[in-house]
């Protein structure tokens, strides 16, 4: 089985802090995603990659960054933390080809205070 | 992209069948129909999906109208397990499989 693999469950950060969230896949995916979501606006798509240092903004990407150096590993950057942050991310991934899947990991909660 | 529209929520008894339509009347001919479900707490779980003819797989059955304007996720004996929100979601060819989510359908199961 596919397993996502998300550092934290749960995370705690101050207004204005660097925040890294970390994301390791173990299928060697080409393509990887990150999410977040929040109540009554669903699961919105922040950046996603589809392959090692290449990227490509999704549907909000303000206010975020990505790193992707090796390709088992995504990482979501706020550089500076706000309040509007706080929310539940999702990191997926997916193999090459129109008809695969996306698989999740279990979500990293974020709260900026 | 295609949207699609799913009913906002669903009813069912434990051990009978429940079937969740969703309608895509947009849908262009290379977009694939996906089917994920989240259940409380827990990312979005891949359920099944498909272009144009019914699938089967162990969670489920998709099954794909003629026109493809609409699909329908069969689970065949809901279980207490199922209750979750569904998702339909039309993925295109050329998109990187990336997902644009839905509101989904909540599925309640009683016992």
């Known amino acids: 089985d596919v397993k996502v693999t998300q550092s934290s469950r749960y995370l705690v950060k101050r207004t204005g802090e660097k925040v890294f969230l970390e994301c390791v896949q173990d299928m060697d995916h080409e393509n990887m995603f990150w999410y977040r979501q929040d109540p009554g606006l669903g699961l919105r798509l922040i950046y996603f990659?589809?392959?090692?240092?290449?990227?490509e903004k999704g549907d909000i990407p303000e206010g975020y960054s990505v790193s992707r150096e090796k390709k088992e590993r995504f990482s979501l950057i706020l550089e500076s933390a706000s309040t509007n942050q706080t929310s539940m991310y999702l990191c997926?991934?997916?193999?090459?080809?129109?008809?695969?899947?996306?698989?999740f990991g279990d979500g990293t909660r974020l709260s900026i205070l | 992209d295609a949207k699609t529209t799913q009913p906002n929520s669903m009813e069912s008894n434990e051990e009978e069948p429940v079937h969740l339509p969703c309608n895509h009347s947009t849908i262009s001919g290379t977009d694939y129909i996906h089917w994920y479900r989240q259940l409380p707490s827990q990312g979005p779980e891949y359920v099944i999906h498909g272009l144009t003819s019914n699938v089967n797989n162990r969670m489920a059955s998709l099954a794909i109208a003629e026109d493809r304007k609409s699909s329908t996720l069969i689970l065949h004996r809901a279980t207490l397990r199922d209750a979750a929100v569904y998702y339909c979601?039309?993925?295109?060819?050329?998109?990187?499989?990336?997902?644009?989510f839905g509101q989904g359908t909540i599925l309640t199961v009683h016992p």
């Open positions: 990659s589809y392959d090692v240092k290449m990227k």
């Open positions: 997926a991934s997916r193999g090459r080809g129109s008809n695969q899947p996306q698989h």
């Open positions: 979601i039309l993925v295109g060819g050329t998109s990187y499989g990336k997902l644009t």
